[in-house]
Each structure stands twice: as C-alpha cells, then as structure tokens.
C-alpha cells in the first residue's frame, strides 16, 4: 500500500469548510474514489494545535496514484487550487509504502 502525507494548518473560520473537503468523506475523497486503486483518506486532527490537521491517502500502490494524476490532472490542479483558499499552509511530510 502507498500513503500519501500531508500537514494543513488552516484558519479557524473555515475549519467546517476545510473538513467538508478533506474528510474521509469529503470532496478530495470522492474525487479519489473516481480512480482505481484508491484506498481511503483518513483525516487526522493535532492534539496540540487545534488548527493543524494531517492526512493520510492511501492507494493500492504508487502506480495506481501516479496514473490518477495523470488521468486527471486538470481536476486534480482546480480542485487544488480551489481548496488552497481553505488553508494558510499545506506542506507533504512525505509518502510511503508499507512493510509487510
């Protein structure tokens, strides 16, 4: 399995719009769900800042990811571009594939 992971700080006001988008749930996991491969989005929130958020997506393997954003990289750029309004700061922590 590979994971993609990503650090979001946002501001507190748009905290319920940010959650309607990131959510395992939300609008980039039904965006993912169009593509094979996708496993889910799990989304977490920092015990010690109450406006940091992480989350985790998980794909079947990198290849599957790397073919979704190539299938759908228009979408992926505006519903990017779309969401950047809802975070002060996005930063990828990194990406990885598990170990059995």
Request: glycine share 6%; aromatic share 16%.
């Amino acid at each position: 399995m590979y994971v993609a992971v990503w650090r979001f700080r946002i501001a507190p006001e748009r905290r319920a719009a940010f959650l309607a988008a990131y959510g395992p749930q939300g609008e980039w996991a039904q965006f993912f769900r169009r593509a094979e491969g996708y496993v889910g989005t799990e989304l977490l929130a920092s015990i010690d800042d109450s406006d940091s958020y992480v989350t985790l997506d998980r794909w079947r393997s990198r290849e599957d990811f790397a073919r979704f954003q190539q299938r759908f990289a228009d979408e992926y750029r505006a519903l990017d571009e779309r969401c950047a309004l809802l975070t002060l700061e996005e930063t990828k922590l990194g990406d990885g594939e598990s170990v059995a």
